[in-house]
């Protein structure tokens, strides 16, 4: 299974949890990409130059693809799923510490187009919103707000914040988790094999 890990925005693959958490997915057997992407401060954002980057370090999407965005690359995330074309539906979407919206002009060509919700909650087998109440950045609201209009599952984990520091064991035992499901209720599991004895 493949998990991809879209970093926000003045990060990089080598910030906050991102090698810590590609380091554990690894060892347990996953194949791990985090993109880099050139989200700065100050600096107008395109959308579909960073669609184009996205789609040429991951490509199509399929069910075997977990996809993990952190604050505004967890936008970015299900902007691609949108967008890019799909040879299945991913098996997961997280979303962590994702702003609903935001203020910052430069930021606005991520939130001036809206999603479409009767489309996007489609795109994957299941979303799932982590955030946590004393986020100081994005205001526990906007999970909220994600979870509503995803149907996504709602994780609260209370004290870590925006996220930024370097581990955080909800996020692997959320995707352990997930992976495992995929393969316990895989379809047509509990139908009987006509074919077994032949």
């Not at 789609?55 to 691609?80: P, T």
């Not at 997280?94 to 430069?106: R, S």
């Not at 352990?176 to 995929?182: G, Y």
Request: include cysteine; glycine fraction near 6%.
């Amino acid at each position: 299974m493949r998990v991809t890990l879209v970093h926000g925005m003045n990060a990089t693959p080598a910030s906050n949890f991102h090698p810590w958490l590609k380091r554990e997915l690894e060892a347990r057997g996953f194949s791990v990409r985090v993109p880099e992407l050139p989200l700065h401060s100050g600096e107008p954002l395109e959308i579909l130059p960073l669609m184009e980057i996205l789609h040429e370090k991951i490509g199509m999407l399929d069910h075997e693809d977990i996809l993990l965005g952190h604050s505004l690359g967890a936008v970015l995330a299900l902007r691609y799923l949108e967008y890019v074309e799909l040879k299945g539906r991913p098996r997961a979407c997280i979303l962590v510490g994702a702003p609903w919206q935001v203020k910052t002009p430069e930021l606005q060509t991520l939130f001036m187009t809206d999603l479409d919700f009767d489309v996007v909650p489609w795109k994957a087998s299941e979303f799932f919103v982590v955030h946590s109440p004393d986020d100081n950045l994005v205001p526990f609201d906007h999970a909220k707000k994600w979870a509503e209009a995803l149907k996504a599952q709602l994780v609260d984990a209370n004290g870590n914040g925006h996220y930024m520091d370097t581990e955080y064991p909800v996020l692997l035992d959320l995707i352990s988790d997930v992976a495992k499901q995929a393969l316990e209720f895989a379809p047509g599991q509990s139908l009987p094999d006509e074919l077994a004895g032949l």
